[in-house]
């Protein structure tokens, strides 16, 4: 730990909690000691926290005094997780169609954060979110995953992620000012991450030095074989970490060779911010216990055991403006069976992260996960972007951006293997039409999706 690092953290942190009335680094220490505790301990913390937002959204939010009433539940009926599922999922449907009753009532307008996420899909979701919620809990949730990578608060820190343009108050601009010069942190918004920009962001890479990179994997790859292929050197990045998307072996392989580090994932989003991440072991996930309960259901809403992909329903326990209770945000996955060799008492999510718009959908109706079916590897070994598209179900689109040397390639011997992989995965051949592009095309949240379905909504969902 550097001097800097040590005052960052015991001194001028904590200065910035008093100035703005937030408790970002005792919570931070809070969590630091209950990851050790036995799960247990962190199940009766999680069940006594529950309790508390079940009554809040109870009194406070119209959505959920409705739902319950409609159920004949009353607050004490929910108490632990298990107890939790007599309530049903939250949708984003739900969130559009009745965003004002979500609402809690009482909280002050200055303690509200309106925000939005674009999704992987890219249709817009708005929220809210509370102060606390923001700058306390969340915060501090990011620093446990960023000490787990062997980071400290005050190193240098590139963070590629989707802006936001609310407008700030004086105030709020100075703040911000100084949590970035306090972290030393250097924002690149991901929508800059285009071919024209490549050499500025391997140029601000090098000046920053970073201990540690937050992006989407695609972005970074992107700039990591910019770098690879026009020679440029490239300072190592011990925690280079990475969310919002899939990692694909080839996207792994380019990233530990430029900045000479095994990625590390993490998994959260803009409406929950962090919810899981690594430790230096690089397994599963370990799940923010203090702050979320996890489900993974299937598609009548039965629980599954560790091993088993479903669906994910996430409660946020600490999000009392807008609570999410048994969201259901569109995303699969599953826990994992065992223990972290680490010795954390947290539940492991696998790192396998899907979603339910990212199914092939099969002939016979049957579905399957798209990211079962990695073709990155049947591609020339140099391609880093991507994108197969299924446009009805027997006929694919698969863009390529080829490297330089790339263009005589035999591609229609790849073509066949992609329709081969296909034909494996659905059980026909499709055809597939290969599209060799200058790019591939961000979505609403800055992502370049490795798959994406044309097909109608129900039959992706369905496959009816």
Known sequence: MSAYTWAARHLLAPMLDMHRGTHTMSR?????????????????????????????????????????????????DIIDAESLRRLPPLTKADIRAHFDDLLA??????????????????????YCSTRQERFS????????????????????????????????????????????RLQRLTKIDTMQVTEENLAVLVATLRRARPTSVFSYPSALALVASYAHDHNLLCPSIPAVCLGGERLHDRQRAILREVFGSDPYVGYGSNELHEVAGQCSER????????????????????????????????????????PFIRYENGDTGSFMPGDCPCGRGLQLLSPLIGRTSEFLVCADGRRAEAMDLDISNLLPPRVVQYQLVQESIDRFTLRVVPAGTDVDYPWD?????????????????????????????MNLSGKRLSFVSHLEPAVRQTGA
């Open 283 to 322: 397994g599963g996930l370990h799940i923010l216990a203090g702050d979320f309960i996890i489900e993974v259901v299937d598609n009548d809403g039965r629980p599954l055991p560790p091993g088993e992909r479903g669906k994910l329903l996430i409660t946020s326990l600490h999000n009392y403006g807008m």
């Open 105 to 126: 009532r009482g909280i002050p307008a200055d303690q509200l954060r309106a925000g939005w996420s674009g999704g992987t899909t890219g249709e817009r979701l708005n």
């Open 137 to 180: 809990y969340a915060y501090a949730r990011w620093l446990l995953t960023f000490e787990w990578t062997g980071a400290r608060l005050g190193d240098p820190h590139v963070s590629i992620r989707q802006a936001f343009a609310r407008p700030l108050s004086p105030n709020e601009r100075l703040l911000n000012d100084l949590s970035l």
């Open 413 to 441: 011997s790849i073509v066949d293997a992609v329709s081969a992989a296909l034909a494996s995965a659905t059980g026909s051949r499709p055809h597939v039409e290969l599209h060799l592009v200058d790019s591939i095309s």
């Open 28 to 76: 931070l220490s809070e969590l630091e000691q209950m990851q050790w505790w036995p799960p247990e301990r962190i199940r009766e913390t999680q069940s006594r926290c529950l309790r508390q937002l079940i009554s809040h959204a109870y009194e406070r939010v119209p959505y959920y005094r409705t739902v319950m009433d409609e159920r004949g539940i009353r607050p004490g």
